[in-house]
């Protein structure tokens, strides 16, 4: 007899781990989400009005290194070439990110080489700061306050909604400076869009007789007890009713405005000034470089504090998120049938490929143990 299989959430995490699981063994599976479509936060469908491939919850670039990563979503989907290239507003100018030598030498009036920059950016950082605390320490150390203050202190407080000295300097190591003129956001081996959407490709991988999706429906706590075994790509508080308190996510909020012909002349301008309210603005055509369109559809995008309904996005992961999330891991150990994934299921910020490469080995490992021996967590959350 077929063992039941409940999964909260039909975005990659959930999706990926369905379809191995139907695959690969005698598993009946029902696939729950709360929104009216598949893909979660990956969900692309063109637009009735210009038959643009619009992006619902914000651009998502396909990048990885992982071969066996890229040759799975390949099964599912045409990719067409794509280079991440975005542009940086700032008080002084228009940029390019991340920070390359052309870049710097613009910003600075200069016409430097990769060893006079790299002396130079030295000399305007603050050595003083030897083991840097926070985000802004880290900043400053290796960039100088000049190009802390224009592309880094204003568009990371609006992101994050809280000031740069109260964020882990760890952060700051995913824009990195290059000492080059290489201005492709990504260096990852792979890299490209589906040309039919995201979603597209989740309900291919959704489209198996094992698997029976129930869109506009919740999985409940509650409901454990019907399933085998559950695996919850929600948020992993939410499972527990926030009963050790609420971990903090940052949500997006869209605003579309619609244009003929070509709005910015790139796909994403980030805007690093506090006073602009937005983060940055997204023109979804200049995804599909491959396609025409006259006209043009662009979101402005802001971030704040999730809250009620908000959908999450960020985890936050300050300290005091840190302590509450390893009480909730503690409690998670100690609840059986049942195992985190993805994103909000181990409260990390994670990229699609990750999300992906993590779904396929946590897949692997319980086909290959009984149910009982299934890992608690797809990944490590602290």
């Not at 400076?177 to 959407?197: A, K, W």
């Amino acid at each position: 007899m077929s063992r039941r299989i409940g999964i909260a959430g039909a975005g990659f995490a959930g999706a990926v781990l369905a379809h191995e699981l139907a695959a690969g063994g005698d598993y009946s599976i029902q696939i729950f989400d709360e929104r009216p479509h598949v893909a979660g936060n990956c969900h692309t469908s063109r637009d009735p009005a210009t038959g643009i491939m619009l992006h619902h919850y914000g651009p998502h670039i396909f990048n990885t290194s992982r071969e066996d990563v890229w040759d799975y979503v390949n099964r599912y989907a045409t990719f067409g070439v794509y280079t991440n290239r975005v542009k940086a507003n700032t008080a002084r100018g228009m940029f390019s990110m991340p920070m390359n030598l052309l870049t710097i030498n613009q910003f600075f009036g200069k016409r430097m080489g990769p060893a006079q920059a790299r002396e130079f950016l030295a000399s305007v950082g603050d050595a003083s700061i030897t083991e840097p605390q926070n985000f802004e320490e880290q900043a400053l150390r290796f960039l100088g306050r000049e190009l802390y203050e224009n592309f880094f202190y204003g568009y990371t407080k609006k992101q994050w909604g809280v000031e740069p000295t109260e964020l882990p300097a760890s952060i700051l190591q995913r824009l990195p400076v290059r000492f080059n003129y290489d201005d492709n956001y990504y260096q990852q081996r792979y890299q490209g869009i589906p040309v039919e959407g995201y979603t597209a490709i989740v309900e291919k991988l959704l489209d198996h007789p094992a698997i029976e999706v129930r869109l506009g429906e919740k999985l409940h706590a509650k409901d454990r007890g019907q399933f085998d075994h559950v695996f919850w790509s929600g948020p992993l508080d939410s499972y527990f009713d926030h009963e050790l308190g609420r971990l903090q996510y940052r949500s997006l909020v869209f605003e579309r405005f619609d244009a003929t012909g070509d709005y910015q002349g790139n796909p994403v301008i980030n805007y690093c000034e506090e006073s602009v309210s937005w983060t940055r603005i997204a023109e979804h055509k200049h995804f599909a470089p491959w396609e025409e369109h006259e006209k043009t559809v662009c979101f402005r995008e802001y971030s704040k504090l999730a809250e009620g309904a908000d959908i999450p996005y960020y985890p936050l992961r300050l300290q005091g998120d840190k302590s509450m999330l390893q009480r909730y891991m503690d409690l998670a150990e100690k609840t059986s049938g049942i195992s985190f994934v993805g994103r909000l299921g181990s409260y990390r910020y994670l990229d699609m490929h990750v999300v992906i490469g993590e779904s396929l080995d946590f897949a692997r490992a319980c086909l290959a143990s009984p149910m009982s021996d299934w890992p608690k967590f797809s990944g490590k959350p602290l």
